[in-house]
T-cell receptor, first 113, second 112 residues
Framework: EDQVTQSPEALRLQEGESSSLNCSYTVSGLRGLFWYRQDPGKGPEFLFTLYSAGEEKEKERLKATLTKKESFLHITAPKPEDSATYLCAVQSNSGGSNYKLTFGKGTLLTVNP | KAGVTQTPRYLIKTRGQQVTLSCSPISGHRSVSWYQQTPGQGLQFLFEYFSETQRNKGNFPGRFSGRQFSNSRSEMNVSTLELGDSALYLC???????????FGPGTRLLVL
């Protein structure tokens, strides 16, 4: 069974203070690893898809990296508007898990001005 | 391009009633997935449809069902509602052959 663990559960940063969020995963065969951002009362907003170890993707102040066991979401010089819950999810190749995303519980990021 | 739309956005029901939620995917997207989000369990997969066929189903009781129409729009139904069914129900769509799923705003269901 696919499993995703995110840490920390909550992270409080000062504006401009860079940090990283962790996503550890267990899958039988990785089809893709996904990062989403979710604001209160809204649906998850897609950020990145990573497919293979060593892959990196960037968007503004965010950079996602992938190894065979975990992914990191690096946040450089965050701003208050980066405050949100960040969700990690995996999709595996196994027949019973095709087409579904298995999510971690998320990291609640708060950036103080 | 319009995103995934879900209706209604909010619902209040009482125990024992049934409810139907609707989802319209992004134009051109033919795969629709449904998820339940609660504070305790997080996001959990309900089922996925493609070309009107259910291809995968999560570990939820048979009270949860869904269907997809020829225009790719999807509905999910929950019968005999229980207090524990109170949650945010999210729909996501994706292009054929692509893994990335795009989510709608969700339907907030409260069961009293």
């Amino acid at each position: 069974e696919d499993q995703v663990t995110q840490s920390p559960e909550a992270l409080r940063l000062q504006e401009g203070e860079s940090s990283s969020l962790n996503c550890s995963y267990t899958v039988s065969g990785l089809r893709g690893l996904f990062w989403y951002r979710q604001d209160p009362g809204k649906g998850p907003e897609f950020l990145f898809t990573l497919y293979s170890a060593g892959e990196e993707k960037e968007k503004e102040r965010l950079k996602a990296t992938l190894t065979k066991k975990e992914s990191f979401l690096h946040i450089t010089a965050p701003k208050p508007e980066d405050s949100a819950t960040y969700l990690c999810a995996v999709q595996s190749n196994s027949g019973g898990s095709n087409y579904k995303l298995t999510f971690g519980k998320g990291t609640l990021l708060t950036v103080n001005p | 391009k319009a995103g995934v739309t879900q209706t209604p956005r909010y619902l209040i029901k009482t125990r024992g009633q049934q409810v139907t939620l609707s989802c319209s995917p992004i134009s051109g997207h033919r795969s629709v997935s449904w998820y339940q989000q609660t504070p305790g369990q997080g996001l959990q997969f309900l089922f996925e449809y493609f070309s009107e066929t259910q291809r995968n189903k999560g570990n939820f009781p048979g009270r949860f069902s869904g269907r997809q129409f020829s225009n790719s729009r999807s509905e999910m139904n929950v019968s005999t509602l229980e207090l524990g069914d109170s949650a945010l129900y999210l729909c996501a769509s994706s292009l054929p052959g692509r893994e990335t799923q795009y989510f709608g705003p969700g339907t907030r269901l409260l069961v009293l």
